[in-house]
């Protein structure tokens, strides 16, 4: 897996209750090699999505270590796990701990997610929290997109 950005944008959206604008402020996770590259993205999803004008106003880097991506899901669960090893050389047990992101619609089906996820590992673990994340949606890094980008690129310099 790449690189994972938390990326903040803010931009004017009409509020559906009242038919008013207001200023809202949404993160959205994709992976990308480089601070610069995770800019870029997100500038180009934000496009797609966003009608009005928009600002980029945090790119960070995010520290998970798995992404459980259910498509019936609706929101990120940032789910805290901890793994418990014995040290060959001491043997004592010590502990690492990772953040897991889950795409489902409750706390109970991100829980289920983690446990159907780790089925049949080796090692000793447990679930210490989940909560709601604030991501809206995570864009992953599309392969074969960077490889056509890459073609026109190429095909341009040689023109």
Known sequence: MNNLFECKVKYHKI?????????????YLLDAVSFTEAEARIHKEMEQ?????????????ANYTEI???????????CKVSFLAIDAISGKE??????????????KKAYDNIMDGMNGMTIDFEINAI??????????????????NMVDKTKAYKE
């Open 15 to 27: 509020d559906e209750a009242s038919g008013q604008q207001k200023k809202v402020s949404e993160t």
């Open 49 to 61: 999505i966003i009608s009005g004008e928009f600002t980029v106003t945090n790119v960070r880097k």
């Open 68 to 78: 459980f991506d259910n498509e019936d899901g609706d929101r990120w669960f940032k």
């Open 94 to 107: 010590r502990k690492a701990t990772s953040q897991i992101l889950v795409k489902t619609n409750d706390i």
């Open 131 to 148: 909560a709601e994340s604030p991501i809206l949606d995570f864009f992953s890094f599309d392969l074969e997109e960077a490889a056509k």
